[in-house]
C-alpha cells in the first residue's frame, strides 16, 4: 500500500497478547520474552489496561463475528473460549477456522503482524518506501531488467508525460499509491500520443495523486477459465533466509469471481487459493471474507483443486532474483505476480503483504513452515 499516515497511526501501538504473560505462537515465545523484558512499568501497565479491555471486547466481537458471517450460536459460544484461551480476535477465529485453541499456535493473529512487520522491514513504513510507490518500484525493475509492466504515460495535477507510444494498445491508469486494484481504470485504445495527450486527463480523476498509464496485461491462455475479465495473479511471498538470501515461503493464488470485476483482490470478492511451492499445484478456492469452498469455479465450472499454474519455475524465481537483484533492502517482500502469454511478469511489490489472505487460503497458519522460522530469525537479530 501507498504510504498511508492513517494507517500508520492506527498502528503505532502494538497490541501486546495477553494480559501479564503472552499468549502467542511458539515460534514468537522468544520475541515476546524480549519485548516483556525490555518494557518499562508504565508501558507494562498500559499493556495490562489495553489486554483487559481486549478480553472484555471479545463477547462483543464474537457476536458480530457471528451475525456478519451467518455463523451458529454454538460457535460464538465457542469463539469466546477460543480467543479468550489465546488472546485472539474472534474474527481470526472464524475466518482461519479454528476448531481448537491449540490451532491457533501456528496462526500469525492480524493484530500482531504490523507490529512484527515494523521491526523486520523498516523501509516499508517510510515515504520513500520502493514497495509503495509504482514509479519508484518500476523504476527499481527497469534499472534491473525485470520485467514488469510498461509505463505508456504518468499523469499528475491533471498533466499528461509520456513516456511511449500508445498507438493499438488498449490502456489501464492506475494510482501511483494504489493497492489492491484500488482505482484502476480501464481506458480503452488511443490513436497516437497526440490523441493520448488530448484526451486523457480530462477523463481521469486525479484527485488521488499521480496515475500511471500502461498497457492492459493479457492472461495466461491456460488460466483464461479462471479469469473472467480480471487479471488473474498470485501473490508469492519472500523472505531473506539465514544466509541473507531470498527464500520462497508462501503462495496464493488470486482471481476474480464475478463477471463484473476488474481487479482480482478479495475486497472485490475475489476467491484465493493456496500453491503448492514445490509444483503451483491450487488447493481448495475460498473467498477471503466468509463462504464456502470451490473445487471449481462458481461461474465457469472449471477446476480449481490440484489444477498447476503454468510456468510456475518462472514465476518463483522472478521472485527470488527481482528481491536478490532489485530489493534486497527488504527483509519481506509479497510479489503480485502476473502469468501472461509473453511469460511471468511483475505488477507489485508489498512490503506490507499481510498474513490473512495466506492463512485463510491455506487452512493453516504461517508459523508452523519457514515464514515463521525466518521471522523468528529476523526478529531474533533485530533485536
Known amino acids: ?19 501479564l504473560a503472552p499468549v502467542s505462537g511458539g515460534f514468537l515465545a522468544e520475541h515476546y520474552r524480549q519485548r516483556r523484558a525490555t518494557r518499562g512499568p508504565l508501558r507494562a501497565a498500559l499493556d495490562a489496561a489495553v489486554g483487559l479491555g481486549f478480553r472484555a471486547w471479545i463477547p462483543w466481537r464474537a457476536r458480530k463475528v457471528q451475525r456478519k458471517f451467518g455463523l451458529e450460536e454454538s460457535w460464538r459460544a465457542r469463539a469466546i473460549e477460543i480467543a479468550r484461551a489465546r488472546f485472539a480476535d474472534p474474527q481470526d477465529v472464524a475466518l482461519f477456522r479454528i476448531e481448537e485453541a491449540a490451532a491457533l499456535d501456528g496462526y500469525i493473529r492480524r493484530f500482531e503482524d504490523a507490529a512484527l512487520n515494523k521491526r523486520i522491514n523498516p523501509l516499508g513504513w517510510t515515504a520513500g518506501c520502493a514497495l509503495a510507490d509504482k514509479a519508484l518500484f518500476y523504476d527499481r525493475c527497469r534499472a534491473a531488467g525485470l520485467p514488469h509492466p510498461e509505463i505508456v504515460a504518468i499523469v499528475a495535477r491533471g498533466r499528461l508525460a509520456p513516456c511511449a507510444d500508445p498507438a493499438g494498445r488498449e490502456l489501464v491508469a492506475k494510482p501511483v499509491l494504489g493497492e489492491g486494484g484500488d482505482g484502476l481504470t480501464l481506458l480503452g485504445a488511443f490513436a497516437d500520443a497526440a490523441d493520448l495527450a488530448a484526451r486523457l486527463p480530462a477523463t481521469l480523476n486525479t484527485a488521488r495523486g499521480t496515475l500511471v498509464v500502461q498497457p492492459h496485461i493479457a492472461t495466461h491462455p ?22 541473507g538470501v531470498p527464500e520462497v515461503v508462501s503462495a496464493t493464488f488470486r482471481f476474480a469471481s464475478n463477471p463484473a470485476a476488474r481487479v482480482d483482490n478479495m475486497k472485490a470478492g475475489g476467491l484465493i487459493s493456496a500453491v503448492d511451492l514445490e509444483d503451483g499445484a491450487l488447493g481448495l478456492a475460498c473467498k477471503g471474507y466468509g463462504g464456502g469452498d470451490h473445487e471449481r469455479h462458481p461461474v465457469t465450472g472449471a477446476p480449481i483443486l490440484g489444477r498447476r499454474l ?34 511471468p511478469l511483475l505488477i507489485e511489490g508489498n512490503g506490507k503483504p499481510g498474513v490473512l489472505m495466506p492463512q485463510r487460503a491455506a487452512r493453516r497458519g504461517l508459523g508452523e513452515g519457514r515464514y515463521g522460522e525466518l521471522l523468528a530469525h529476523h526478529l531474533a537479530n533485530k533485536a
Do not use: C, N, Q
Open 310 to 343: 503454468p510456468d510456475w519455475t518462472g514465476v518463483t524465481a522472478l521472485a527470488v532474483r527481482a528481491h536478490a537483484e532489485a530489493f534486497a533492502d527488504y527483509a519481506l517482500i509479497g510479489w503480485d505476480i502476473a502469468m501472461t502469454p509473453e511469460g
Open 222 to 243: 491456460a488460466l483464461s477459465d479462471l479469469a473472467l475479465d480480471a487479471l488473474p495473479t498470485v501473490r508469492v511471498v519472500t523472505i531473506l533466509d539465514e544466509a
Open 1 to 19: 500500500m501507498g504510504y498511508d499516515r492513517l494507517y500508520f497511526l492506527k498502528k503505532a501501538y502494538a497490541i501486546y497478547p495477553g494480559v
